[in-house]
């Protein structure tokens, strides 16, 4: 059983910083793909950003240039340092890992940016 824990959700004021962390537990395989997810009250759940092995990123559009996902190694440690945040990024974050053609989720961590 894998097990992801996020940590360094808060309540920061717009244009303020968080760096958001992530381990996984229980493999000892090395995930091929770790992501970042957000889901807003009544929204679905969105991708943030995700980063693979090798180290390729991608972002969705409205965090590009503000939020930055970085990776431990080949260690199931992942980071997300989110800066000028918005209150439209207001949202419980979920970490997320590919590991054996499966998907494993986290318990989620709450941000929220005030105005």
């Known amino acids: 059983q894998v097990d992801l824990m996020e940590s360094g959700g808060d309540l920061v004021q717009a244009g303020g910083s968080l760096r958001l962390s992530c381990g996984a537990s229980?493999?000892?395989?090395?995930?091929?793909?770790m992501g970042w997810y957000r889901q807003a009250p009544g929204k679905q759940r969105d991708l943030v950003a995700e980063?693979?092995?090798?180290?390729?990123?991608m972002y969705e559009d409205s965090v590009k240039g503000r939020f930055t996902i970085s990776r431990d190694g080949d260690k199931n440690t992942v980071y997300l340092q989110m800066n000028s945040l918005k209150p439209e990024d207001t949202a419980v974050y979920y970490c997320s890992a590919h590991i054996h053609f499966q998907q494993y989720w986290g318990r989620g961590t709450q941000v929220t940016v005030s105005s």
């Open positions: 980063i693979r092995t090798g180290g390729s990123t």
């Open positions: 229980g493999s000892s395989a090395s995930a091929n793909v």
